[in-house]
């Protein structure tokens, strides 16, 4: 199960990899993730925790460091109604799952989530609520899986060897 940690619409990749920090070693720059909206946020993820979003999220650059971060801290997934198509895909890219459901009217911080990405299910275990989300396409779920599409293909051409 996963603990839910809530933002709401319109998180850009500033807020998840402020600029200020962007020239540091990747350790420090998630020290501050998402810090502008929550101070603890960064001391306080655990591995595993699912971040419940509205709109937009992860909008602004392409910055990569953006998604980096969040799986640097452990976040397991991102649950939002939309996502900037650049944070959408690099998401992947790193290994973190990214569900698209509306789910920010049936959660709260601190509640449990279980997700099943390939059915498009999230079962709140705190009240019992089943969201629909969209479902992954497998190809997705073994990136993230193996931890990211590099380790994905490095995988791949190990079997072929």
Known sequence: MSRVWKCG???DTDLLAPGAYMKGPIEDLAAHCLEAIDLDFAKQVRPGD???AGRNFGIGSSRE?????LVRLGVKAVIAKSFGGIFYR??????LLALVADAETEVEAGHELELDPASG???????GAQIAAEPVPEHLRRIVAAGGLVPYLEQRLEKRS
């Open 121 to 127: 299910t999230i079962t709140n275990m705190s009240t």
């Open 50 to 52: 699912v971040i419940v």
């Open 90 to 95: 690099n998401a992947f890219n790193l290994g």
């Open 9 to 11: 619409d319109n998180v």
């Open 65 to 69: 460091q953006a998604a980096e971060v």
